[in-house]
């Protein structure tokens, strides 16, 4: 939280590797991402032939090992997917809009939001059920993420910097009261222990319809905002020269991502660190361009999210970890790796 | 003080007592005289308050030996305590914020950053859900896991020297591994070792007794007067590296002497209560405002972290519809005031 | 430093001016009351032979209440396990003062001033180590850790809130059903392999328990069905959470046991299991040897009690072996 103070402002140190570099390393994510996608279909706590993985796949019976694979590897694989794909690119959004390479969508307030809506859900509603959860959270992370952006408005417009101290302090606040809500309710705070952990375990298919669309508009948000944001990360005032306008940017970039975390957040609860890592990596691949960094950062978070899946349901056996506890262990050494070497990605 | 006299444009009080010598201005002296007394004003309050009704005279009474039995125990053995220890681990987590906040050069600074608190939890997640040890081995749980995650960090963050921005960044990367591992630690316990977990992750002072107070006080004591003479070559740090180094100030040493008090200060009450938070963030930066001064004040914070603890914890007893760890309290209070500060801050500065 | 200075004037001052309008509390008269000694995790404790006034914390408040007595004031238990519990013993609990969620949430001061002579207090060992001074300069305290057994448990805490008369009637009727349930089933318990499984509330969604502790361990130690068991001195096993994937695993048991409410549907946790294909597909589901099994509480006889019935009936709906 400490660090959001510090802004980062020296973009053009990174060396620009050429589109065709770029390109191929996009390739060899894309391959990466396919291959996880097979492994998390065929890797699980319980050994099964990948000849009756095939066969639940494209010979579907009424076989026990057959709805293992339906009912529990293909859903948490598909979800992975789509959560990974929104807060990969929530976070890259969010690095762009905040100027910050450490900031982690959790910092505009959608964790505190979500996790606060779910403990009240949970603590004075009795729901006890993911599919109740999820309007909460997603409802809770876009209200707190608006707040924010409001306590965040000057009058000259956002500023990065008070609309991450804004998110601090709303958080800090929503992090209390669900704290003092939790102390005082253990069928809330039972509840809410395994919330917290963040999962893409249980949560069937059908979840997702619903957040979809809303994932749909932002990315298509999240493509027309990058070629503007790439403008502003010369400053504002050069920016606004070359006909882009900071303030309406910004705005739409912060909907986009309050919909792709607060919606990812409210399927799996809050995941640590893939909306932090992954930008940070793509922007060390390919240097400051928004839409190679989309790109990069579309693949590359389902990739981090989905090994670490796979890496949990193997390290434990015959439990797993849920997926939350296992990126912050696969990310931070990543991390401080990165800072160690000073000139990296601006940092 | 040693070399050229410094003009400060206002009127000084230089008080020395053997080597120490603490520095106030006429606004500070005041601005600390009122701290006092608010802080003694809220103590005698806090003495008379609770569920247990006794008359202002019994507490006297109490206090001053005339009472026997539970009446006695209940002034003198809970509240008291209870207040001596919100006082003074409240100006312990003061002066580690301003010590952390001057070293950094960084107002959003507390020991927390280095991964402190999150080490310590996880330390005494572990004495409380894998051994349910009792007091003391909660203490050394605490300490040994922020000592060791502190100098994980450092370790991690050296090259050639540690520069402030490498140390955040390594801490945050610790931190939230530390963190991803409480979660799961809470989420392996069974439910009431759980609840009793998190209300120690939470910081509360409930059922602190005087031995705790006696233990946390002395070493506080000790840690204190090591940052009152540490106060000059921080404050010459403060304006910079090589603007210390030239004045003869050993920078790295220094700094590694700060992190230390600072970080054995925060783990002093950390071991005592559990990790109180917000306190050493927003003590010295309040005090600042309050004093008028364009630098981080030891006294002066010191005092207003006593006042913001037993204030807290006043209010999560007595204010609260149910009694609430302190922790619970500080957060909600520090989020709101310090997004207050900071935000007309910001706007006047853009 | 000055400010240590100051802070003692400030405070001497302040004292001084309080003392100036003192008074005396009067105390209250003492008078000698019968006592006995009960022995807990604590230690051997003279506690007064016919308690008026008890207060219970954490486990102890409804095995308590379940044997006849009635506390005066009690720590917070959850919804859920209230509604598990007679209508009766319900107003007893909700006419308790209420003295916080947990144990060492438990205000202090709320407690002295019920004055009570008895406090019985059952919670972590480290939890209980926090408060216990303060306890016992309160009334005669009686704590036990939470891995007291459980027969062990409600006999003390019979003894010591004086409420044995309740406890001898539920002990024979314990002692009775075991018999009956061994007499009647006495081939099945033989040569059945038994799993029970169970969910809570803090379970990973997707997740499940071979659950070894809670009533099962009446099944197992008291009637003698066969249930997995954990190796000798590891966790047990209710503690690994199993992902769905293993429910197929489950297909080597002969029976299978899962947690119902008292109508008899599948536990709110635990609905999530059964809804799944996997658990659908298993023999014993499919022949009907999954039983739903009804435990309200495992640390006194009035729950137990009503677990073995539900037992009882369970396993009398099975299908006689192939």
């Given at each position: 939280?400490?660090?959001?103070?510090?802004?980062?402002?020296?973009?053009?140190?990174?060396?620009?590797?050429?589109?065709?570099?770029?390109?191929?390393?996009?390739?060899?994510?894309?391959?990466?991402?396919?291959?996880?996608?097979?492994?998390?279909?065929?890797?699980?706590?319980?050994?099964?032939?990948?000849?009756?993985?095939?066969?639940?796949?494209?010979?579907?019976?009424?076989?026990?090992?057959?709805?293992?694979?339906?009912?529990?590897?293909?859903?948490?694989?598909?979800?992975?997917?789509?959560?990974?794909?929104?807060?990969?690119?929530?976070?890259?959004?969010?690095?762009?809009?905040?100027?910050?390479?450490?900031?982690?969508?959790?910092?505009?307030?959608?964790?505190?939001?979500?996790?606060?809506?779910?403990?009240?859900?949970?603590?004075?509603?009795?729901?006890?059920?993911?599919?109740?959860?999820?309007?909460?959270?997603?409802?809770?992370?876009?209200?707190?993420?608006?707040?924010?952006?409001?306590l965040g408005?000057t009058r000259?417009?956002?500023s990065?910097?008070v609309?991450?101290l804004a998110?601090?302090c709303?958080?800090?606040?929503?992090?209390?009261?669900?704290?003092?809500?939790?102390?005082?309710?253990?069928?809330?705070?039972?509840?809410?222990?395994?919330?917290?952990?963040?999962?893409?375990?249980?949560?069937?298919?059908?979840?997702?319809?619903?957040?979809?669309?809303?994932?749909?508009?932002?990315?298509?948000?999240?493509?027309?905002?990058?070629?503007?944001?790439?403008?502003?990360?010369?400053?504002?005032?050069?920016?606004?020269?070359?006909?882009?306008?900071?303030?309406?940017?910004?705005?739409?970039?912060?909907?986009?991502?309050?919909?792709?975390?607060?919606?990812?957040?409210?399927?799996?609860?809050?995941?640590?660190?893939?909306?932090?890592?992954?930008?940070?990596?793509?922007?060390?691949?390919?240097?400051?361009?928004?839409?190679?960094?989309?790109?990069?950062?579309?693949?590359?978070?389902?990739?981090?999210?989905?090994?670490?899946?796979?890496?949990?349901?193997?390290?434990?056996?015959?439990?797993?970890?849920?997926?939350?506890?296992?990126?912050?262990?696969?990310?931070?050494?990543?991390?401080?790796?990165?800072?160690?070497?000073?000139?990296?990605?601006?940092? | 003080?040693?070399?050229?006299?410094?003009?400060?444009?206002?009127?000084?009080?230089?008080?020395?007592?053997?080597?120490?010598?603490?520095?106030?201005?006429?606004?500070?002296?005041?601005?600390?005289?009122?701290?006092?007394?608010?802080?003694?004003?809220?103590?005698?309050?806090?003495?008379?308050?609770?569920?247990?009704?006794?008359?202002?005279?019994?507490?006297?009474?109490?206090?001053?030996?005339?009472?026997?039995?539970?009446?006695?125990?209940?002034?003198?053995?809970?509240?008291?305590?209870?207040?001596?220890?919100?006082?003074?681990?409240?100006?312990?987590?003061?002066?580690?914020?301003?010590?952390?906040?001057?070293?950094?050069?960084?107002p959003?600074?507390?020991?927390?950053?280095?991964?402190?608190?999150?080490?310590?939890?996880?330390?005494?997640?572990?004495?409380?859900?894998?051994?349910?040890?009792?007091?003391?081995?909660?203490?050394?749980?605490?300490?040994?896991?922020?000592?060791?995650?502190?100098?994980?960090?450092?370790?991690?963050?050296?090259?050639?020297?540690?520069?402030?921005?490498?140390?955040?960044?390594?801490?945050?990367?610790?931190?939230?591994?530390?963190?991803?591992?409480?979660?799961?630690?809470?989420?392996?316990?069974?439910?009431?070792?759980?609840?009793?977990?998190?209300?120690?992750?939470?910081?509360?002072?409930?059922?602190?007794?005087?031995?705790?107070?006696?233990?946390?006080?002395?070493?506080?004591?000790?840690?204190?007067?090591?940052?009152?003479?540490?106060?000059?070559?921080?404050?010459?740090?403060?304006?910079?590296?090589?603007?210390?180094?030239?004045?003869?100030?050993?920078?790295?040493?220094?700094?590694?002497?700060?992190?230390?008090?600072?970080?054995?200060?925060?783990?002093?009450?950390?071991?005592?209560?559990?990790?109180?938070?917000?306190?050493?963030?927003?003590?010295?930066q309040i005090?600042?405002r309050?004093?008028?001064?364009?630098?981080?004040?030891?006294?002066?914070?010191?005092?207003?972290?006593?006042?913001?603890?037993?204030?807290?914890?006043?209010?999560?007893?007595?204010?609260?519809?149910?009694?609430?760890?302190?922790?619970?309290?500080?957060?909600?209070?520090?989020?709101g005031y310090l997004g207050r500060l900071l935000f007309t801050e910001a706007r006047r500065r853009l | 430093?000055?400010?240590?200075?100051?802070?003692?004037?400030?405070?001497?001052?302040?004292?001084?001016?309080?003392?100036?309008?003192?008074?005396?509390?009067?105390?209250?008269?003492?008078?000698?009351?019968?006592?006995?000694?009960?022995?807990?995790?604590?230690?051997?404790?003279?506690?007064?032979?016919?308690?008026?006034?008890?207060?219970?914390?954490?486990?102890?408040?409804?095995?308590?209440?379940?044997?006849?007595?009635?506390?005066?004031?009690?720590?917070?238990?959850?919804?859920?396990?209230?509604?598990?519990?007679?209508?009766?013993?319900?107003?007893?609990?909700?006419?308790?003062?209420?003295?916080?969620?947990?144990?060492?949430?438990?205000?202090?001061?709320?407690?002295?001033?019920?004055?009570?002579?008895?406090?019985?207090?059952?919670?972590?060992?480290?939890?209980?180590?926090?408060?216990?001074?303060?306890?016992?300069?309160?009334?005669?305290?009686?704590?036990?850790?939470?891995?007291?057994?459980?027969?062990?448990?409600?006999?003390?805490?019979?003894?010591?809130?004086?409420?044995?008369?309740?406890?001898?009637?539920?002990?024979?009727?314990?002692?009775?059903?075991?018999?009956?349930?061994?007499?009647?089933?006495?081939?099945?318990?033989?040569?059945?392999?038994?799993?029970?499984?169970?969910?809570?509330?803090?379970?990973?969604?997707?997740?499940?328990?071979?659950?070894?502790?809670?009533?099962?361990?009446?099944?197992?130690?008291?009637?003698?069905?066969?249930?997995?068991?954990?190796?000798?001195?590891?966790?047990?096993?209710?503690?690994?959470?199993?992902?769905?994937?293993?429910?197929?695993?489950?297909?080597?048991?002969?029976?299978?046991?899962?947690?119902?409410?008292?109508?008899?549907?599948?536990?709110?946790?635990?609905?999530?299991?059964?809804?799944?294909?996997?658990?659908?597909?298993?023999?014993?589901?499919?022949?009907?040897?999954?039983?739903?099994?009804?435990?309200?509480?495992?640390?006194?006889?009035?729950?137990?009690?009503?677990?073995?019935?539900?037992?009882?009936?369970?396993?009398?709906?099975?299908?006689?072996?192939?």
């Amino acid at each position: 939280m400490t660090a959001l103070a510090l802004r980062r402002d020296d973009p053009g140190t990174v060396p620009v590797p050429g589109s065709r570099r770029r390109s191929i390393g996009l390739a060899v994510a894309l391959g990466t991402l396919l291959l996880l996608l097979v492994l998390s279909v065929m890797v699980g706590s319980t050994a099964i032939a990948p000849s009756v993985v095939w066969d639940a796949l494209f010979h579907p019976a009424a076989d026990i090992d057959q709805f293992a694979i339906r009912d529990y590897r293909l859903p948490r694989t598909v979800v992975g997917l789509v959560v990974g794909v929104a807060l990969g690119v929530a976070g890259a959004l969010n690095q762009a809009v905040t100027r910050n390479p450490l900031a982690d969508p959790g910092i505009l307030g959608v964790h505190a939001g979500a996790s606060f809506a779910v403990t009240v859900a949970v603590g004075l509603f009795g729901i006890r059920d993911i599919g109740g959860y999820l309007w909460f959270a997603f409802a809770g992370a876009l209200i707190v993420t608006l707040m924010v952006l409001a306590l965040g408005s000057t009058r000259q417009g956002q500023s990065p910097v008070v609309m991450v101290l804004a998110g601090v302090c709303v958080g800090a606040v929503l992090r209390g009261a669900g704290s003092a809500l939790e102390l005082t309710n253990p069928a809330a705070f039972d509840a809410m222990r395994s919330w917290n952990a963040g999962s893409i375990v249980g949560r069937p298919v059908d979840l997702l319809w619903p957040v979809l669309p809303f994932f749909a508009v932002a990315l298509v948000l999240a493509v027309a905002v990058s070629g503007p944001l790439d403008a502003m990360a010369l400053g504002d005032e050069l920016a606004a020269a070359q006909g882009v306008r900071p303030a309406v940017t910004r705005i739409l970039a912060i909907v986009a991502l309050t919909l792709l975390a607060g919606g990812g957040t409210a399927i799996a609860g809050p995941i640590a660190f893939v909306g932090l890592m992954v930008p940070h990596v793509a922007r060390w691949i390919v240097g400051p361009h928004q839409r190679w960094i989309f790109a990069y950062s579309l693949l590359l978070a389902p990739i981090l999210l989905l090994a670490s899946d796979i890496l949990g349901r193997v390290v434990m056996h015959p439990s797993e970890i849920p997926v939350g506890v296992v990126t912050a262990f696969v990310g931070a050494p990543v991390l401080i790796a990165l800072v160690r070497r000073s000139k990296a990605s601006g940092l | 003080m040693s070399g050229a006299r410094v003009d400060f444009g206002r009127r000084v009080l230089v008080l020395r007592r053997r080597r120490i010598a603490v520095r106030l201005d006429r606004r500070s002296a005041v601005v600390c005289a009122l701290l006092t007394l608010a802080a003694a004003g809220t103590a005698a309050l806090a003495l008379t308050t609770g569920s247990y009704h006794l008359g202002t005279g019994q507490v006297l009474a109490a206090l001053t030996g005339g009472e026997t039995g539970l009446v006695h125990d209940i002034v003198v053995e809970w509240r008291l305590p209870r207040v001596a220890a919100a006082l003074i681990f409240g100006a312990a987590l003061g002066v580690s914020g301003a010590v952390f906040q001057s070293m950094l050069r960084n107002p959003l600074a507390d020991p927390g950053i280095i991964g402190f608190s999150q080490g310590s939890y996880t330390g005494a997640l572990l004495v409380i859900l894998i051994i349910d040890g009792g007091y003391w081995q909660l203490v050394g749980g605490a300490l040994a896991g922020g000592m060791a995650t502190a100098l994980a960090v450092y370790v991690l963050a050296y090259r050639r020297g540690v520069q402030g921005f490498r140390l955040i960044v390594v801490g945050i990367g610790v931190s939230a591994v530390l963190e991803s591992l409480n979660v799961w630690l809470i989420l392996q316990a069974e439910l009431e070792q759980a609840m009793a977990a998190a209300a120690w992750g939470a910081g509360s002072l409930n059922g602190v007794a005087w031995d705790q107070v006696a233990t946390g006080g002395a070493c506080i004591t000790v840690l204190l007067l090591v940052a009152g003479a540490a106060s000059r070559p921080m404050r010459q740090l403060e304006l910079g590296d090589d603007a210390a180094a030239a004045q003869g100030v050993p920078v790295s040493s220094t700094r590694l002497g700060l992190i230390v008090v600072g970080v054995a200060l925060t783990a002093t009450v950390t071991a005592a209560s559990g990790p109180i938070a917000f306190i050493s963030l927003l003590a010295p930066q309040i005090a600042r405002r309050l004093a008028r001064t364009a630098g981080i004040t030891l006294v002066p914070a010191a005092l207003t972290g006593a006042l913001l603890c037993l204030v807290a914890d006043y209010i999560a007893q007595h204010v609260a519809p149910t009694p609430l760890p302190v922790g619970v309290v500080t957060v909600i209070l520090g989020g709101g005031y310090l997004g207050r500060l900071l935000f007309t801050e910001a706007r006047r500065r853009l | 430093m000055t400010t240590t200075r100051l802070l003692t004037a400030a405070l001497l001052g302040a004292a001084l001016v309080l003392s100036a309008c003192g008074g005396d509390g009067d105390d209250a008269g003492e008078t000698t009351v019968a006592t006995r000694t009960v022995t807990a995790d604590n230690g051997t404790v003279e506690v007064p032979a016919d308690p008026q006034r008890v207060v219970t914390i954490g486990n102890t408040t409804l095995p308590l209440i379940d044997m006849g007595g009635a506390p005066v004031g009690v720590t917070d238990v959850t919804a859920s396990e209230l509604s598990l519990i007679p209508e009766q013993q319900k107003a007893t609990f909700q006419a308790a003062t209420s003295l916080g969620s947990s144990g060492d949430q438990v205000d202090m001061e709320k407690l002295a001033a019920l004055k009570p002579d008895l406090i019985l207090a059952q919670l972590p060992d480290s939890e209980f180590e926090q408060i216990a001074k303060q306890l016992d300069s309160i009334a005669p305290t009686l704590f036990w850790g939470l891995d007291v057994e459980w027969k062990t448990f409600a006999g003390a805490l019979a003894e010591a809130g004086n409420v044995t008369d309740g406890l001898s009637g539920q002990q024979a009727a314990f002692t009775a059903k075991i018999a009956t349930i061994q007499q009647t089933y006495a081939t099945l318990i033989k040569d059945t392999s038994f799993v029970n499984v169970d969910r809570w509330a803090s379970s990973d969604p997707g997740t499940f328990s071979i659950a070894d502790f809670g009533c099962v361990e009446i099944a197992q130690g008291d009637i003698g069905m066969t249930f997995p068991e954990a190796a000798a001195g590891a966790d047990p096993l209710g503690w690994t959470s199993l992902p769905f994937e293993q429910i197929a695993g489950l297909s080597k048991y002969d029976v299978i046991t899962y947690p119902v409410d008292a109508a008899g549907r599948p536990t709110e946790p635990f609905a999530p299991v059964v809804a799944t294909n996997t658990w659908k597909a298993l023999p014993a589901v499919q022949s009907g040897r999954a039983l739903g099994v009804f435990c309200p509480g495992n640390n006194s006889y009035g729950p137990v009690l009503r677990y073995l019935d539900s037992l009882d009936a369970a396993l009398a709906t099975l299908p006689a072996k192939e």
